[in-house]
């Protein structure tokens, strides 16, 4: 697992594309052969219909985004691109679980609710904080981690074009207007960078615009958002490795999406690896698209 999460995180303009290439193929397939090609064959026998599976890792399975094993073996021989890859994705539904009485508990066993209501959608600028030396040096290890996002109003726009959307850009993009408007919402969007601490994962934070606040750093830590009250049907966390954290024995990942599952959030769609921010944004708008068009959000 370890090894297949080396291989998504880009190594530069000097890696061998080829090779990565290959290294992906055959891991993903390993592991698919490993972990579901028995299950699934027997269900599969068994003429059962199964469109969707629920996920529920145990351990280092948790760094795992079994989204993307390979169901197929072919050539593997040359780079021939990842969109036609056979995917798990593409003939299943997935959704994952902390664990089952989250999963299963009543409200998550009724239809999807409709996200026909409200939006709140923040996304900060990161020019003030940059240009602050005291404070990014606040961020200790993680002051080289941070840079502009060009593209993150573009997607909170993008929403608007779906749902009726409270928008936070900028300057007004702050830790406090988050904690005074966070409750209410269908749907919260955070467009912004995250910050993962692999050995306390109390303090992996979301970080919203610097501004001076006497009360709010505009760090928002997993250890304050334990204790805030999110009744959210949604959070969509598209920052880097929000669903990444440190492993807790009997607990799973730490992460910031589980933070706010505690918090009170009904669900989360997190990232698994550093998120690309041009990316993100053309993803997100087809999300919502299809969203508005009446779709469930798995």
Not at 92 to 100: E, H, L, N, T
Not at 169 to 198: C, P, R, W, Y
Request: charged letters at 25%.
């Amino acid at each position: 697992i370890r090894q297949f999460r080396d291989v998504l995180i880009p190594k530069g303009l000097e890696q061998d594309v080829n090779m990565a290439y290959r290294q992906f193929v055959e891991q993903s397939h390993q592991l698919y052969n490993q972990l579901l090609s028995a299950p699934l064959a027997i269900l599969t026998d068994a003429k059962t219909s199964i469109k969707k599976l629920y996920i529920i890792p145990d351990k280092s399975l948790n760094y795992l985004s079994f989204d993307l094993l390979l169901t197929d073996d072919f050539d593997k021989k040359s780079f021939r691109g990842y969109g036609k890859l056979p995917y798990l994705i593409k003939n299943y539904i997935i959704s994952y679980g902390y664990s089952a009485s989250i999963l299963f508990k009543e409200d998550s066993l009724r239809k999807d609710k409709s996200f026909n209501g409200k939006v709140l959608a923040f996304a900060p600028s990161y020019e003030e904080l940059l240009a602050d030396t005291t404070k990014l040096n606040q961020l200790g290890q993680f002051q080289n981690s941070l840079s502009t996002l060009k593209y993150n109003k573009s997607e909170i726009d993008g929403i608007s074009r779906y749902f009726d959307t409270r928008i936070f850009k900028a300057g007004q993009a702050t830790e406090k207007q988050f904690v005074v408007n966070m409750a209410g919402n269908d749907i919260i969007h955070l467009a912004m960078h995250g910050l993962v601490d692999s050995k306390d994962s109390e303090k992996s934070r979301l970080i919203f615009t610097s501004i001076a606040d006497s009360i709010h750093d505009n760090f928002l830590h997993n250890f304050e958002l334990y204790n805030l009250n999110i009744d959210a049907k949604l959070a969509v966390l598209s920052a880097c490795n929000t669903g990444y954290g440190k492993l807790e024995g009997g607990e799973g990942v730490m992460s910031i999406a589980r933070a706010f599952t505690y918090a009170g959030t009904e669900s989360v769609v997190m990232s698994q690896w550093p998120a690309d921010d041009e990316s993100s944004s053309i993803i997100m708008l087809y999300f919502y698209k299809y969203l508005s068009e009446g779709k469930r959000k798995d």
